[in-house]
């Protein structure tokens, strides 16, 4: 039910108006109504753009322009996760916990962890195999948010010569296959291997 209906709804029992369709005062209900519609949209709108939680489109724009570069995501979802951890990083984001966060946070598919070593980091990749595509995007954006004192190795996961052969114990089970060495780049491992 528009503000049309209502106005008539809530004007009707005094007796003033007579709301006859096509008449003066059914036009002007009509007319206050879709005004108010109109402004209730807007409202709306601007409510649910305002909060990251519930932004979708011009709200998310709106935050991204604060950051130097956009997040790492593919979903609604993962964008507004990735902006709540960029809009987090301030001074004391530097803990390895802190860093961990805002990296998954961002949608990138990555861990750090500490090597033991002054001021060096690793960085992996465990839910890919060999080195995830678009790898040189995902290191800049890494490398913009751990801190610039910090070496980055990065480590990535192959599969052994004795997974590759489990996977294909003859050749002709590779060519039948028509895999390719990206193709064993990311073969998984067996349940229990790693």
């Known amino acids: 039910m528009g503000y049309g209906s209502y106005y008539r709804e809530l004007l009707e029992p005094l007796g003033l108006y007579?709301?006859?369709?096509g008449g003066l005062s059914a036009?002007?209900?009509d007319a206050l109504g879709e005004a108010m519609d109109a402004l209730l949209e807007n409202l709306d709108a601007t409510e649910r753009e305002a909060t990251l939680a519930t932004a979708e489109d011009a709200g998310l724009s709106s935050y991204e322009a604060l950051l130097p570069f956009r997040p790492v995501s593919d979903t609604l979802a993962s964008r507004r996760q990735a902006l709540a951890a960029l809009l987090r990083i301030d001074g004391c984001s530097f803990t390895l916990d802190a860093l961990q966060a805002t990296l998954s946070g961002c949608g990138i598919p990555a861990t750090v962890s500490e090597?033991?070593?002054h001021f060096v980091v690793e960085v992996r990749f465990p839910e890919h195999r060999g080195i995830p595509q678009g790898f040189e995007e995902i290191?800049?954006?890494?490398?913009e948010i751990l801190p610039c004192h910090l070496e980055v190795r990065y480590v990535y996961q192959f599969p052994t010569w004795g997974q590759v052969e489990a996977a294909y114990p003859l050749w002709g089970d590779f060519e039948d296959?028509?895999?390719?060495?990206?193709?064993?780049e990311r073969l998984e491992p067996e349940e229990g291997e790693q």
């Open 18 to 21: 007579a709301f006859a369709e």
């Open 27 to 29: 036009a002007e209900a």
């Open 115 to 117: 090597t033991g070593e």
């Open 139 to 143: 290191a800049r954006r890494i490398g």
């Open 177 to 184: 296959a028509e895999a390719d060495w990206n193709t064993l």
